[in-house]
T-cell receptor, first 116, second 116 residues
Framework: EAQVTQNPRYLITVTGKKLTVTCSQN?????MSWYRQDPGLGLRQIYYSMNVEVTDKGDVPEGYKVSRKEKRNFPLILESPSPNQTSLYFC???????????????FGSGTRLTVV | GENVEQHPSTLSVQEGDSAVIKCTYS??????FPWYKQELGKRPQLIIDIRSNVGEKKDQRIAVTLNKTAKHFSLHITETQPEDSAVYFC???????????????FGTGTRLLVSP
């Protein structure tokens, strides 16, 4: 089954304790991206990757890091989490080729992060 | 950069009525406009999309219209059912070279409630 898998689904952590949210897709998609969802603000892009070893900042990258060492994986790293990073996070992937559905995202199931 | 505004933020209708959600975008070069449905506690899922060379697209009870001149697009749901209750997000893909052209900029969402 074609899917984007995120882990964990829920995470409560303390300020300053490094954490990683994993994201993996099995569709051979070139493009992967992280979004955070906050009430009244919709979905805002954190980072994206066009392909292996190619990553760039989105609209709200402060406090986050990413890596793309393999095509299928795109982890989100919070080196020193703060309470303002409490949010619902979604990983998404997309093909860059229109004939393979390029354009629309497939989202992961989400990670609800609470930083206390 | 691209900015997408979505209205209304909440919409309540009776079962069987029609629902219309409207979005405006700022970047006239945007070329792809998907709509996502997010049920409570679940991931956003693509329900319909339209490209800039098309003015209207239908899929059973849902349709999307695009007015490029006015830079707005709308989602129309006819014969609404309680299972249509969800948050709906519009998005636009700005056409920029070498800066993540797969990026989607999302509206802030519309909570649709369909009462039996």
């Amino acid at each position: 089954e074609a899917q984007v898998t995120q882990n964990p689904r829920y995470l409560i952590t303390v300020t300053g304790k490094k954490l990683t949210v994993t994201c993996s897709q099995n569709m051979n998609h070139e493009y992967m991206s992280w979004y955070r969802q906050d009430p009244g603000l919709g979905l805002r892009q954190i980072y994206y990757s066009m392909n292996v070893e190619v990553t760039d900042k989105g609209d709200v990258p402060e406090g986050y890091k990413v890596s793309r060492k393999e095509k299928r994986n795109f982890p989100l790293i919070l080196e020193s989490p703060s309470p303002n990073q409490t949010s619902l996070y979604f990983c998404a992937s997309s093909s860059l080729i229109a004939t393979r559905g390029g354009g629309g995202y497939t989202f992961g199931s989400g990670t609800r992060l609470t930083v206390v | 950069g691209e900015n997408v505004e979505q209205h209304p933020s909440t919409l309540s209708v009776q079962e069987g009525d029609s629902a219309v959600i409207k979005c405006t975008y700022s970047d006239s070069a945007s070329n792809y406009f998907p709509w996502y449905k997010q049920e409570l506690g679940k991931r956003p899922q693509l329900i319909i999309d339209i490209r800039s060379n098309v003015g209207e697209k239908k899929d059973q009870r849902i349709a999307v219209t695009l007015n490029k001149t006015a830079k707005h697009f709308s989602l129309h749901i006819t014969e609404t059912q309680p299972e249509d209750s969800a948050v709906y997000f519009c998005a636009a893909r700005p056409r920029k070279v070498n800066t993540g052209f797969q990026k989607l900029v999302f509206g802030t969402g519309t909570r649709l409630l369909v009462s039996p």
